[in-house]
């Protein structure tokens, strides 16, 4: 892995995911939420109101792939899907902009051209990262709030999944609050190492095997301080080889290992809050 920076080339790229969203576009004080009922003939729920919450990337609620994601996993589980829009429409990098800069392999050395590639997608869209990147405290407050809101209404038991710049909210809020009852941090940006000491909910981690969000030195350190607090508060971490950043949420289904790596920690996420929901 590479040294963690704020955003990598991998998160700006990525693929769509084959499908089309089934749910539906609700407001939750004041803030657009994609949301998707338990089906009827999914799992039959049992004990406590639960639902499910994902925290998408950069780039927000028209890539349609949260969606698709949340839509399997209501199914999945039994419990009601949530993607809030906490960037109230206007993400930071457009849908539009998705494109596979580069190979979604490991060890790829980049080209000339695809670094330049890369600047100037991050120069198109440089106000609107600046803008989500400083104002991390209102996204985070934005974000708590709803889970709140959600209690509110009945949901005791809340499971809290985020991707890229959305699993950095998750670790943020889940290193801060108790308001989630469990969290799934996948192939997460920067985070802030020290605050792994704080963590209050039971986690569950995605990692590709080549990442340039999060170091291997901040990772083996989160990954220890969040051990240490086994097993009152577990933890667990996968690794899925022949990966990259953003597999999780944008893969390309071409490549045999990517494919599987997103399926698996589809089910990963499945088995991980079955348990500790």
């Known amino acids: 892995m590479a040294a963690a920076t704020p955003v990598c080339e991998n998160c700006v790229k990525g693929y769509r995911l084959p499908g089309e969203p089934t749910g539906e576009m609700i407001q939750v004080d004041g803030m657009p939420v994609y949301f998707r009922s338990a089906p009827a003939d999914g799992p039959t729920p049992t004990g406590e109101k639960k639902a499910i919450v994902l925290m998408f990337d950069m780039f927000g609620l028209p890539m349609p792939n949260s969606q698709i994601v949340i839509d399997d996993l209501t199914k999945r589980l039994g419990a009601d899907g949530f993607v809030p829009d906490v ?123 080549d990442d340039e969000g999060l170091s291997d030195k901040d990772r083996d350190e989160i990954e220890a301080a969040l051990r240490a607090k086994e097993p009152g508060i577990p933890t667990e971490w996968v690794t899925y080889p022949g990966t990259t950043h953003g597999f999780a949420l944008r893969p390309n289904l071409g490549l045999p290992k990517v494919k599987e790596g997103f399926e698996k920690s589809l089910d990963q996420i499945t088995t991980w809050f079955q348990k500790t929901l």
């Open 87 to 209: 960037f109230l429409g206007s993400p930071p990098i457009a849908f539009e902009d998705l494109k596979p800069l580069l190979p979604d392999e490991p060890g790829h050395v980049r080209t000339i051209g695809e670094k330049l590639s890369f600047v100037w997608l991050i120069l198109k869209n440089f106000r609107g990262m600046y803008n989500v990147m400083t104002s991390q405290s209102a996204i985070d407050a934005r974000t708590v709030k709803f889970l709140e809101t959600l209690r509110s209404r009945g949901y005791t038991r809340i499971g809290l999944f985020g991707y890229c710049f959305g699993g950095s909210i998750v670790y943020r809020i889940a290193s801060t609050t108790d308001v989630a009852t469990s969290v799934v941090i996948a192939h997460a940006g920067r985070l802030n190492v020290k605050d792994a000491g704080n963590f209050k909910a039971p986690s569950s981690w995605i990692i590709p095997e």
